[in-house]
Each structure stands twice: as structure tokens, then as C-alpha cells.
């Protein structure tokens, strides 16, 4: 009896593997891994505006093409990490990756967890960004009071009640109007562009070709854009439901185009060798030639406004943000951008729950290790050509500056290594490392929440952002005495200004009396990011001539420039104290002028257009405190009854998601 249930049991032993595996045999199978893997092609915009890119120029720009988020090797170590680990070491189980696809071989109920793995993957990964821009001009007083019950944490942001108000008013149109509306769509961290363009060709230059006794001119047409323009990349964080947002921003319109006539001389020497009739005979010389001969020629010198953004921030998802604003026709010109994250499945699958006693994981840390880049404001000043304030530079080269960086991907390791569970980091089986934005760390499932919990604490100083705002306040003749006691930082030394008296400043201002609003801007970035905010009208400028001489012919060649004012706001914040003392390398620029002809006494040759400008420049460190505006400059502008004190003053706020 013994015997014979031995025997059984013997056979029940043969009998059960076989079974299992003919009811999980292994199977090849092929998965799409694409969406993984594949590389995102970026669209930068253009920019608008009278500027021209430089002749013969090379500028570092970086790659066309952005990374993808895996590469197949990553993808085929992460599911052999994850799925079933033991698995992998039969000798019929394979996985290998080859142009967006892999090629697995595995047993049927491993296939089954790699479905439900990469299901994850594709619900991750299949997130898209749209990008909802627009420009709004709005009267400031109705702006300022919109926004007075709005967030003080969060000042650069339009809760969903305030932004439907701002609409309603821009649809009204007496306080408020729509300039600009467009919609695109993006991947994450794909730069893409949307805008509107009127684009027109115009007659802007001649220039002279001239050769032994023969000189003409060749006419020069150019392209000038005008519209809305708005380029951005964003990315998706890993915290908050925030997406942050790198934006270049333009809007262009059209004032005027002048057309000029041109009055040039073009000179033939009487020694010239051409023959203008006489005897043809040997040795006999040629009758000199009428000069100089009298040309006329037109030019178009367009004129046009141009305002610009450029900065960097943080937007939660569906969440509205004023990205920056500048001061125009007594209005402020709001540049608003709200992203909203669209996803393919209504229900993403869920990451599958692993029973490996060890994990390999991603974990996003781009957030820390990715570079913010600077964006220098441009110059507003009337500069000599022998100063830079010539043509375009021919053949040379340049670098764009390195965005900054704010961790390496090393430091963050080391970091990880230090202060999370430090000594298991020897064990040859756990790992870390970096792949693109990427950590990849092979450890135990709870030190991996460790980990995780630790990043999350480092995540959140990148959820911090710097509103910026400037002011310039105009005082007539005695005003500025009289306004002293509300607001003491008028007086001599002065410096804070506390909001309370500031706000009814402003108030004053609004009415345009004995106290009016001369410039306000605003910008929203990271801390330590240059950026800046600018209002601009751009002319064409007919500023030099340059003589083209040959043998026996000469004639002078026209120099167009490009003229431009307005205000610039160039700033790099930074926190000093907690968020309640925050610095300022401010660089702020206004520039106001005309250009008038100018006669250069040279017989046959028209006249110049010589710019003239007054030029005020703000720079300087300023520190600002909670709930106070800083008296940052004060300047005389005028003279007699017509004399005005202009001040300037500047705000920083806190602008952190929670």
C-alpha cells in the first residue's frame, strides 16, 4: 500500500510541471514601444518686427529633434527588473528592442503582466499639452481691482472667476478688448509655436554695384512680419499638476510705412575712357561725359509697434496665468497663457504591483537638473556706428548663452546616496543612475518610497516663481510735495513705500491729473532667471550714406538702420529671506524720441534722418519686503510749468504653487 502511494506521488510530480507548462507555454510576441521611445521634432517660432537676422551668420541653437523618453535597452531592463525576474533566465526566454518594436519570447502568463506594464507606460507617456494663449488689453483700474480679491500667494495668476470677468469685459469692449486669441498643441518638452502673420514685402534699400566707369543701383526688397507670436515648450512636473512653460512671446502691428524719395548723385570723371561721340580716328581721345547725373529713387521705411515676453514658469493644469504684461495706449496688455493636460485614455491603467523582491524604477528629476535660460532684454538707446550701431556683422559666429542649471544630474545622485538608506548602496545588486531627465534606481520597494518621499521634498522648491512689477509714476509741477505725507518714501532717503498709501497713489493716477501713470510692466519667471518685458515702436531709419568710388565713377550708397524706443524691463529675482525679502538686479530702460532730417551740405545727396532720443536707465539692486513697493529711481523730465517728476517704483511678490 505504501509502495503504491509513493508511486502515485512520484507520478503526480512528473505529471503536474508538464501540465503547467502546456497551460503557460512560452510565446513570441511583438509590442509597439514607439510612443517610448521615438524622438519629438521641435518647431521654434519666428520672431516679429523690423529686426533682421544677421548676414552670414551661425548660432548655436541646440538639436531640432528632443529625446525620447526611453531608449529601447532601458525599456527591455525595465521589464526584465520588473516582471517576473526569474523568468528571464531560462534559456528559451529572450527580449531584444529594434525600431520601435520589442521582440519577446517569455512564458503566457509573463506576456500578460508585460501588457498590463506597458499599458502604464502608454497611459504615461500619452499625455498632451494644449496651450491656450491670448492677449487682452484692459483698462488698469478695472485690472487692479479684478485682482485685488484675488490670491496674494499667487499673484500672477487669474483664478477661473476672475479670468470669466476679464473676458465678459473684453467682450463688452469699453474697458477691455481681445487683441489676440490662438490654440496649439504640444508633447511634453516639445517646442511648438502658434500665431497669426501678415506678412509684407517692401522696397528697403539700394545698393550700389559699381565698376570702372559704370555704376547702377540694385534695389533691395525685404520682409517685414507683423501679427501675434507666441513659441513655447512645455513640460509636465511631477508635482502639483504643474506644467512649466518656456515662452517667447511677440505682438506686432503695423503704424505706418513712409515712402521717401531718395536723392542721390552718380559721378563720371571727365578723364573717363568711355567714348560719348568725336572723331574715331587714330589717337584721337574721347569727348568727356555729363556730370554728375542726378538720381531719384524711392524707399519704404515702415514703422511699427512691437511688444515681447520672455521668461519661464509654472502653471498648474487648467490654470490661467498672466505671463507678463506692458503699458500701451493707457492700457495694460496682457499676455495670458492657460495649459491644460489632455490625456488619450479617459482612465490611464494603473502601474502594475510588482512581487520582485527587488524594482527598477524611473523617477522623474528634470524638474532639478533642467537648464532655464536667460533672456537678456535688448538695449533702447541711440548708438554711433563706430559703437556697434552699424550694419549686420558679416560672417561671424555666435553662442547662445547656457541656460543655467540649477542641480546636476551627479549632484542629485550623491544627494540620494547620502541620505537614503546610505548603506545599501554598496550591495551590487541595487543601482542608480541617470538616463535623460531620468533616474533609474534598482532597489528595494521600500526604499524606493523613501526615495520617492525624499524627491517629492526637493520638487517643491521648484514649484517657487518671482512676480516682478514696475511703475512710473509722473508728478506735475508740486505734486510729488504734496503726496510726501501719504506716501513718506517721496521724501528725502526715502525708500519703502507701504501698499496702502502706494494703492492710493495709483488711484490718483488713474485719473491722469495732477498725477498720471507714465510706464507699468510686469513678468512672471523663476528665481535667478534673467527675463524681460518690452513695449517698443520700431522705424526704419534712413541713417548713413557710404561712398562707392572706382575708377573714373562714384556714387554714394544708402545705410537704412532700425530706431527704436519704448520701455524694457530686465530683471533677474532672487529670494534673500525666506519668501518675504526678495533681490533685484534691475536693468530697466525707457527711451522717447523722434528723428528729423538732417542736411549733410553735400551737393545732390538728400538729407539724413538723425535720431534723437532722451534716454533714462534704471540699474541697479533693489530689495523688496512684503507688502511695500521700493522707490527705485526719481528723475526731473522737462523744464518750467512742463516739468514732471518721474518715479520709479518696483514690487516683488512670491508666487508659489501648493
Same mark, same amino acid.
Given at each position: 500500500?505504501?509502495? @503504491?502511494?509513493?508511486?502515485?506521488?512520484?507520478?503526480?510530480?512528473?505529471? /503536474?510541471?508538464? =501540465?503547467?507548462? *502546456?497551460?503557460?507555454?512560452?510565446?513570441?510576441?511583438?509590442?509597439?514601444?514607439?510612443?517610448?521611445?521615438?524622438?519629438?521634432?521641435?518647431?521654434?517660432?519666428?520672431?516679429?518686427?523690423?529686426?533682421?537676422?544677421?548676414?552670414?551668420?551661425?548660432? %548655436? /541653437?541646440?538639436?531640432?529633434?528632443?529625446?525620447?523618453?526611453?531608449?529601447?535597452?532601458?525599456?527591455?531592463?525595465?521589464?526584465?527588473?520588473?516582471?517576473?525576474?526569474?523568468?528571464?533566465?531560462?534559456?528559451?526566454?529572450?527580449?531584444?528592442?529594434?525600431?520601435?518594436?520589442?521582440?519577446?519570447?517569455?512564458?503566457?502568463?509573463?506576456? &500578460?503582466?508585460?501588457?498590463?506594464?506597458?499599458?502604464?507606460?502608454?497611459?504615461?507617456? #500619452?499625455?498632451?499639452?494644449?496651450?491656450?494663449?491670448?492677449?487682452?488689453?484692459?483698462?488698469?483700474?478695472?485690472?487692479?481691482?479684478?485682482?485685488?480679491?484675488?490670491? $496674494?500667494?499667487?499673484?500672477?495668476?487669474?483664478?477661473?472667476? @476672475?479670468?470669466?470677468?476679464?473676458? !465678459?469685459?473684453?467682450?463688452?469692449?469699453?474697458?477691455?478688448?481681445?487683441?489676440?486669441?490662438?490654440?496649439?498643441?504640444?508633447?511634453? #518638452?516639445? =517646442?511648438?509655436?502658434?500665431?497669426?502673420?501678415?506678412?509684407?514685402?517692401?522696397?528697403?534699400?539700394?545698393?550700389?554695384?559699381? $565698376?570702372?566707369?559704370?555704376?547702377?543701383?540694385?534695389?533691395?526688397?525685404?520682409?517685414?512680419?507683423?501679427?501675434?507670436?507666441?513659441?513655447?515648450?512645455?513640460?509636465?512636473?511631477?508635482?502639483?499638476?504643474?506644467?512649466?512653460?518656456?515662452? =517667447?512671446?511677440?505682438?506686432?502691428?503695423?503704424? $505706418?510705412? !513712409?515712402?521717401?524719395?531718395?536723392?542721390?548723385?552718380?559721378?563720371?570723371?571727365?578723364? %573717363?575712357?568711355?567714348?560719348?561721340?568725336?572723331?574715331?580716328?587714330?589717337?584721337?581721345?574721347?569727348?568727356?561725359?555729363?556730370?554728375?547725373?542726378?538720381?531719384?529713387?524711392?524707399?519704404?521705411?515702415?514703422?511699427?509697434?512691437?511688444?515681447?515676453?520672455?521668461?519661464?514658469?509654472?502653471?498648474?493644469?487648467?490654470?490661467?496665468?498672466?505671463?507678463?504684461?506692458?503699458?500701451?495706449?493707457?492700457?495694460?496688455?496682457?499676455?495670458?497663457?492657460?495649459?491644460?493636460?489632455?490625456? $488619450?485614455?479617459?482612465?490611464?491603467?494603473?502601474?502594475?504591483?510588482?512581487?520582485?523582491?527587488?524594482?527598477?524604477?524611473?523617477?522623474?528629476?528634470?524638474?532639478?537638473?533642467?537648464?532655464?535660460?536667460?533672456?537678456?532684454?535688448?538695449?533702447?538707446?541711440?548708438?554711433?556706428?563706430?559703437?556697434?550701431?552699424?550694419?549686420?556683422?558679416?560672417?561671424?559666429?555666435?553662442?547662445?548663452?547656457?541656460?543655467?542649471?540649477?542641480?546636476?544630474?551627479?549632484?542629485?545622485?550623491?544627494?540620494?546616496?547620502?541620505?537614503?538608506?546610505?548603506?545599501?548602496?554598496?550591495? %551590487?545588486?541595487?543601482?542608480?543612475?541617470?538616463?535623460?531627465?531620468?533616474?533609474?534606481?534598482?532597489?528595494?520597494?521600500?526604499?524606493?518610497?523613501?526615495?520617492?518621499?525624499?524627491?517629492?521634498?526637493?520638487?517643491?522648491?521648484?514649484?517657487?516663481?518671482?512676480?516682478?512689477?514696475?511703475?512710473?509714476?509722473?508728478?506735475?509741477?508740486?505734486? =510729488?510735495?504734496?503726496?510726501?505725507?501719504?506716501?513718506?518714501?517721496?521724501?528725502?532717503?526715502?525708500?519703502?513705500?507701504?501698499?496702502?498709501?502706494?494703492?492710493?497713489?495709483?488711484?490718483?493716477?488713474?485719473?491722469?491729473?495732477?498725477?498720471?501713470?507714465?510706464? +507699468?510692466?510686469?513678468?512672471?519667471?523663476?528665481?535667478?532667471?534673467?527675463?524681460?518685458?518690452?513695449?517698443?515702436?520700431?522705424?526704419?531709419?534712413?541713417?548713413?550714406?557710404?561712398?562707392?568710388? %572706382?575708377?573714373?565713377?562714384?556714387?554714394?550708397?544708402?545705410?537704412?538702420?532700425?530706431?527704436?524706443?519704448?520701455?524694457?524691463?530686465?530683471?533677474?529675482?532672487?529670494?534673500?529671506?525666506?519668501?518675504?525679502?526678495?533681490?533685484?538686479?534691475?536693468?530697466?530702460? +525707457?527711451?522717447?524720441?523722434? +528723428?528729423?532730417?538732417? &542736411?549733410?551740405?553735400?551737393?545732390?545727396?538728400?538729407?539724413?534722418?538723425?535720431?534723437? /532720443?532722451?534716454?533714462?536707465?534704471?540699474?541697479?539692486?533693489?530689495?523688496?519686503?512684503?507688502?511695500?513697493?521700493?522707490?527705485?529711481?526719481?528723475?526731473?523730465?522737462?523744464?518750467?510749468?512742463?516739468?514732471?517728476?518721474?518715479?520709479?517704483?518696483?514690487?516683488?511678490? *512670491?508666487?508659489?504653487?501648493?
Amino acid at each position: 500500500m505504501l509502495r @503504491h502511494v509513493l508511486a502515485t506521488a512520484a507520478l503526480l510530480l512528473v505529471v /503536474a510541471p508538464a =501540465r503547467a507548462q *502546456q497551460d503557460d507555454p512560452f510565446e513570441t510576441h511583438l509590442y509597439n514601444v514607439e510612443f517610448l521611445t521615438e524622438q519629438v521634432p521641435d518647431h521654434p517660432g519666428e520672431g516679429l518686427g523690423l529686426g533682421r537676422d544677421l548676414i552670414g551668420t551661425t548660432v %548655436s /541653437a541646440g538639436s531640432e529633434l528632443s529625446a525620447g523618453l526611453l531608449t529601447g535597452e532601458d525599456l527591455a531592463n525595465l521589464i526584465k527588473s520588473n516582471v517576473v525576474e526569474d523568468s528571464w533566465e531560462h534559456v528559451s526566454a529572450a527580449i531584444t528592442y529594434s525600431s520601435g518594436v520589442l521582440f519577446v519570447t517569455n512564458r503566457k502568463s509573463v506576456h &500578460e503582466k508585460i501588457v498590463q506594464y506597458i499599458n502604464f507606460w502608454r497611459g504615461y507617456v #500619452g499625455r498632451t499639452i494644449v496651450l491656450d494663449a491670448a492677449v487682452i488689453s484692459i483698462d488698469p483700474q478695472l485690472l487692479a481691482k479684478i485682482r485685488s480679491a484675488g490670491n $496674494a500667494d499667487r499673484p500672477g495668476m487669474l483664478p477661473a472667476d @476672475h479670468y470669466k470677468q476679464v473676458l !465678459e469685459a473684453a467682450r463688452e469692449g469699453k474697458l477691455a478688448e481681445i487683441a489676440k486669441a490662438a490654440r496649439v498643441t504640444a508633447h511634453p #518638452g516639445q =517646442r511648438v509655436n502658434l500665431g497669426e502673420f501678415t506678412r509684407q514685402e517692401y522696397l528697403r534699400d539700394y545698393d550700389v554695384q559699381i $565698376a570702372t566707369a559704370s555704376v547702377a543701383l540694385d534695389p533691395v526688397i525685404d520682409v517685414f512680419s507683423t501679427g501675434f507670436s507666441v513659441d513655447v515648450r512645455p513640460f509636465l512636473e511631477p508635482f502639483a499638476g504643474g506644467v512649466t512653460v518656456e515662452v =517667447r512671446a511677440d505682438l506686432a502691428d503695423l503704424e $505706418a510705412i !513712409e515712402n521717401r524719395k531718395l536723392r542721390v548723385t552718380k559721378d563720371l570723371f571727365a578723364a %573717363s575712357p568711355v567714348e560719348t561721340g568725336g572723331d574715331k580716328g587714330p589717337g584721337a581721345l574721347p569727348k568727356a561725359p555729363a556730370a554728375p547725373v542726378p538720381v531719384e529713387v524711392n524707399l519704404q521705411l515702415p514703422k511699427l509697434t512691437l511688444d515681447r515676453l520672455r521668461t519661464t514658469l509654472t502653471i498648474r493644469n487648467r490654470e490661467t496665468a498672466i505671463v507678463g504684461s506692458v503699458f500701451r495706449k493707457n492700457r495694460n496688455l496682457l499676455f495670458l497663457l492657460t495649459p491644460a493636460i489632455v490625456a $488619450a485614455d479617459e482612465k490611464p491603467s494603473p502601474e502594475p504591483v510588482f512581487d520582485e523582491q527587488r524594482l527598477l524604477r524611473l523617477f522623474d528629476i528634470s524638474p532639478l537638473t533642467r537648464g532655464i535660460q536667460d533672456f537678456a532684454g535688448p538695449k533702447l538707446d541711440v548708438v554711433s556706428p563706430s559703437r556697434g550701431g552699424g550694419g549686420p556683422l558679416t560672417g561671424a559666429t555666435f553662442t547662445l548663452d547656457e541656460p543655467a542649471v540649477a542641480m546636476s544630474p551627479q549632484e542629485v545622485v550623491d544627494i540620494i546616496k547620502t541620505r537614503v538608506a546610505k548603506d545599501t548602496w554598496e550591495n %551590487s545588486r541595487n543601482m542608480i543612475s541617470v538616463q535623460g531627465g531620468s533616474l533609474v534606481i534598482r532597489q528595494k520597494p521600500e526604499v524606493l518610497k523613501e526615495v520617492e518621499r525624499f524627491l517629492a521634498t526637493l520638487l517643491t522648491a521648484r514649484a517657487q516663481m518671482i512676480t516682478t512689477e514696475a511703475v512710473v509714476v509722473g508728478f506735475k509741477k508740486g505734486a =510729488r510735495a504734496d503726496w510726501e505725507k501719504d506716501v513718506p518714501a517721496l521724501g528725502l532717503g526715502g525708500y519703502y513705500a507701504e501698499q496702502a498709501g502706494f494703492d492710493k497713489l495709483l488711484e490718483e493716477a488713474y485719473k491722469g491729473q495732477k498725477v498720471r501713470l507714465v510706464e +507699468m510692466s510686469e513678468i512672471t519667471s523663476f528665481p535667478q532667471e534673467r527675463v524681460h518685458s518690452l513695449r517698443s515702436l520700431q522705424e526704419a531709419q534712413l541713417s548713413d550714406y557710404e561712398p562707392q568710388v %572706382s575708377s573714373y565713377a562714384s556714387m554714394c550708397d544708402p545705410i537704412i538702420g532700425l530706431f527704436s524706443t519704448g520701455f524694457v524691463l530686465d530683471v533677474r529675482a532672487h529670494f534673500v529671506h525666506g519668501n518675504d525679502q526678495i533681490g533685484i538686479d534691475f536693468r530697466g530702460q +525707457m527711451c522717447a524720441g523722434q +528723428m528729423k532730417d538732417l &542736411e549733410i551740405g553735400i551737393p545732390g545727396i538728400g538729407p539724413l534722418q538723425a535720431a534723437q /532720443a532722451r534716454v533714462l536707465k534704471w540699474s541697479s539692486k533693489v530689495s523688496c519686503v512684503k507688502g511695500k513697493w521700493s522707490l527705485v529711481g526719481l528723475e526731473m523730465i522737462g523744464k518750467g510749468d512742463d516739468a514732471e517728476d518721474w518715479v520709479l517704483f518696483v514690487r516683488a511678490r *512670491q508666487n508659489v504653487l501648493k
